[in-house]
């Protein structure tokens, strides 16, 4: 079982729609969660830490369910330019060395 | 730019040669990551280091590969005897980290290198 493992994608939604994305993660010790996003061809950027009481950010809202072990990102209202792939990402207990899942590819279609 | 800089961007070898990329991290970050990026996975570490100590290596690391960080600032990779499985793009990333917190990473643009 792969440490950090997310929804295979792609994903294919028309603009407007809500979209979720799940990771699940081995590592109960794990303490720091982020999602991360990376547009074709450039590195990743952050774009949001995940919170134990969950928290939102506009659009996005991420959860963490640690008694599954799983981390969710909503994305409501997408927007063509949303469309990059989403990368969930977890610190490997207290070495701070972060363990990235191979990510979900996100196509919002007009 | 006061970014997280790689050079060079593109790199174009022929197996067996060696190869090396620089990386100049935001200048108060104390920590600074080397990650290998495939097409459609996500980021593989390589190995970290905290100012001018290298914590970890990724076991998945050949000795052909070697990073130094000497002075805590700018870090280079080196890969010796380069080979055709070597060919990804090498991102490095650096962040300001105290005990116990994690933040966020800053990721340059990456150096793509090309073994043919």
């Known amino acids: 079982r792969k440490e950090v493992e997310q929804d295979p994608g792609p994903f294919n939604v028309p603009e407007g729609a809500t979209v979720a994305f799940n990771c699940t993660y081995s590592?109960?010790?794990?303490?720091?969660f982020f999602w991360y996003r990376q547009d074709c061809r450039k590195e990743p950027k952050l774009l949001m830490s995940v919170y134990s009481s969950g928290n939102e950010d506009g659009r996005f809202t991420a959860q963490l369910n640690r008694a599954s072990q799983y981390i969710s990102l909503l994305i409501r209202d997408s927007k063509l330019s949303d469309s990059a792939t989403y990368l969930c990402v977890v610190n490997k207990e207290s070495n701070y060395q972060l363990i990235w899942g191979a990510g979900t590819k996100l196509i919002i279609k007009p | 730019d006061t970014g997280v800089s790689q050079d060079p961007r593109h790199k174009i070898t022929k197996r067996g040669q060696n190869v090396t990329f620089r990386c100049d991290p935001i200048?108060?970050?104390?920590?600074l990551y080397w990650y290998r990026q495939t097409l459609g996975q996500g980021p593989e570490f390589l190995t970290y280091?905290?100012?001018?100590?290298?914590?970890?290596k990724s076991r998945l690391l050949s000795d052909r590969f070697s990073a130094e960080r000497p002075k805590g600032s700018f870090s280079t990779l080196e890969i010796q005897r380069t080979e055709q499985g070597d060919s990804a793009m090498y991102l490095c990333?650096?962040?300001?980290?105290?005990?116990?917190?994690?933040?966020?990473?800053?990721f340059g643009e990456g150096s793509r290198l090309t073994v043919l």
């Open positions: 200048s108060e970050h104390n920590r």
């Open positions: 990333a650096s962040m300001f980290a105290w005990t116990g917190v994690t933040g966020e990473l800053f």
């Open positions: 590592n109960s010790a794990s303490q720091s």
């Open positions: 280091f905290q100012n001018e100590a290298q914590l970890e």
